[in-house]
């Protein structure tokens, strides 16, 4: 008998449709690999949700939702009530990788290397922050949803209509160079690829608009400093307890003449991408795991921690 798979998607967060894209991927490469696949697109009333998952009847859960609620410790909380294995990190893992200040100070006292900056409140700002150009940045935001470099000569400050829940938001250093992502899986790096962009910035736009970005896998580094990368993210999926799968964005200043490259660590997703044209699995094929392969080690690695 095929073990059954419920795949939670969609959510309402702002990655509602990343969600649903990664959701229906995830559910056909399921079938393919013999899995009976239920496919439930959820809201937030935790009741309705619970109901939902007890009538499917899951062996496992794979949870494709993305950003707040789906991501952040919520779900994850409920489906340990219920005793269901899922996919991707439990909820403390969960709840500390979304939160990024929190996340930062873990990264720091691990020796993760962090872009400089701090956490500031709206209505307490006198002009900037930091130094421009910076990012600003949501805390508790997926998919680069809401960041935004302060550039020189910029006149209108982006909190000044913020509009993202709370008063407080990520400042941090920009730093130049090249974004870097690694895949990391039971705690062993795939590999590391390079993202490139005409926007200029890796944005949601360059993210998910069609030809907003390249990828460059392996990424051109130096053999000494793709093997950094990979440590690197493999620091940060342990250091925060993840399990599953992760992707590690990081960025790559290689921009000042005699000075040394310099590798920091931006942020770890513990739900990243799940289409079969994702970053993830883009960097697990070129490692030698087709997406139906990746989805099925998911699945059958999927724990609770109730």
């Not at 403390?92 to 006292?109: W, Y």
């Not at 941090?172 to 200029?200: Q, Y």
């Amino acid at each position: 008998m095929s073990r059954r798979v419920t795949v939670l998607m969609g959510g309402a967060s702002a990655e509602r449709a990343v969600s649903l894209n990664s959701g229906a991927a995830a559910a056909r490469a399921l079938e393919r690999a013999g899995y009976a696949v239920t496919v439930l697109d959820i809201g937030r009333d935790p009741a309705q949700l619970a109901r939902r998952i007890g009538e499917s009847k899951p062996d496992v859960v794979f949870n494709a939702l993305h950003g707040r609620f789906g991501e952040d410790g919520c779900v994850q909380g409920l489906l340990n009530m219920m005793g269901l294995p899922y996919t991707h990190s439990g909820l403390l893992a969960s709840a500390a990788a979304m939160d990024k200040a929190f996340s930062r100070r873990i990264f720091a006292a691990s020796d993760i290397p962090v872009a400089a900056g701090k956490v500031v409140r709206k209505g307490e700002i006198e002009g900037d922050p930091l130094p421009r150009p910076y990012v600003v940045k949501p805390l508790n935001e997926g998919s680069s949803v809401g960041v935004h470099i302060v550039r020189a000569g910029d006149d209108r400050s982006p909190l000044t209509d913020w509009p993202f829940d709370g008063d407080r938001v990520l400042v941090e250093e920009f730093v130049p160079g090249r974004e870097i992502t690694v895949a990391v899986l039971g705690g062993r790096a795939l590999g590391a690829l390079e993202i490139t962009s005409d926007r200029g910035f890796y944005d949601y736009e360059a993210k998910y608009a069609p030809g907003g970005s390249r990828h460059l896998m392996p990424a051109p580094l130096a053999k000494a400093d793709y093997d950094e990368a990979c440590r690197l993210a493999e620091e940060a999926h342990r250091v925060l307890g993840c399990r599953g799968v992760t992707r590690t964005d990081l960025r790559y200043d290689d921009t000042v003449p005699g000075r040394p490259p310099r590798l920091l660590v931006l942020e770890i997703n513990t739900q990243p991408g799940m289409t079969d044209t994702s970053l993830v699995p883009e960097i697990a094929a070129h490692a030698g795991m087709d997406f139906p392969a990746l989805v099925h080690w998911m699945v059958e690695n999927a724990a609770c921690d109730g």
